[in-house]
């Protein structure tokens, strides 16, 4: 097992392709990938989502958008668990705690049922 991360691999990957020339369509040789290129995707890189974002059911999410603006994670989190009325959601949040704070910290999520990524609005 490596210890590179995948930004290690993209980097490498990206002054690798800087150095080289692309064949296009056996037809010659195509444009050298300038630094601007690079620097370009670098930044695209930088401000992508991550590969693995936590998957939540629809229910959960609306929660978590609601809760969001009025309430802690810890208040979530308590109220799941002690609250007067157990809901499927409530009990899913108990059960999946990680996953749960993992998207309440990033702020974007899957959509277990439509695979959809929702993001948090930002606060105004």
């Known amino acids: 097992m490596s210890n590179e ?3 290690d691999v993209f980097d490498d990957l990206v ?3 800087a150095e080289a020339y692309i064949a296009l ?3 010659g040789i195509g ?3 300038t630094n601007e ?3 370009a995707y670098l930044k695209d890189y930088d401000a992508a989502l991550p590969d693995d974002l936590p998957v939540i059911p629809k229910t959960v999410g609306e929660i978590l958008q609601s809760a969001h603006v009025q309430d802690t994670l810890l208040g979530v989190l308590d109220t799941a668990k002690n ?3 157990v809901s499927e959601p409530l009990a899913w949040i108990i059960d999946n705690q990680d996953t749960f704070a993992t998207a309440w910290v990033l702020g974007v ?3 277990k049922e439509t695979g959809e990524i929702v993001k948090l609005e930002a606060e105004k």
């Open 83 to 85: 609250g007067y009325k």
């Open 15 to 17: 002054a690798e392709l």
């Open 25 to 27: 369509d056996g037809e």
């Open 109 to 111: 999520w899957r959509v």
């Open 31 to 33: 444009e050298e990938l």
């Open 37 to 39: 290129d690079k620097q």
């Open 5 to 7: 991360t995948k930004r």
